[in-house]
């Protein structure tokens, strides 16, 4: 885990989301019970750690201090997972913000980094907030961006 995500949860700022009431004091307890509970387990980094052979988490900022993506490589199959980083409407608008980001400009910032990245690299993206399968490709459509979500086969 990021160590700026593990500090800025120690003590939260959210000075700059708007939250519906009551979010906040849930995700202050919540992150109060991690820590008692996974604080010996963590293993921090500052910036990128590999997990293990193909698999990289790299800090990104935005949506907290610490927030990080997942990359994961196997041959030439590539896949990166976005956590809380990208959102339906962040295709269309990817300068939007939501209230539930922290530095909210920094989030776009972010986003508009990452989906770059991801219509130029092609590799496909998973990411919280978006709709089931969550896994596609990210075009880029004039000044925005397209999601291509891959075809569900099961």
Do not use: I
């Not at 996974?38 to 907290?64: K, N, W």
């Not at 590799?123 to 075009?139: N, Q």
């Amino acid at each position: 885990m990021a160590a700026a995500e593990v500090k800025f949860w120690e003590s939260p700022d959210f000075s700059r989301v708007s939250m519906p009431a009551g979010f906040p004091d849930a995700l202050r307890a919540a992150a109060k019970r991690f820590s008692k509970e996974y604080q010996s387990q963590l293993r921090l980094f500052e910036d990128e750690h590999e997990v293990a052979p193909g698999v990289v988490v790299s800090r990104t900022g935005g949506h907290t201090p610490g927030h990080s993506v997942v990359r994961v490589a196997s041959g030439n199959d590539r896949l990166m997972f976005a956590g809380d980083a990208v959102f339906a409407v962040g295709f269309d608008h990817p300068d939007w913000h939501n209230g539930f980001e922290h530095d909210p400009e920094e989030a776009a910032r972010v986003r508009v980094r990452l989906l770059q990245e991801l219509a130029a690299t092609g590799e496909l993206l998973v990411a919280t907030h978006m709709p089931f399968p969550s896994v596609g490709h990210v075009a880029v459509d004039g000044n925005a961006f397209r999601w291509v979500p891959v075809f569900w086969d099961y």
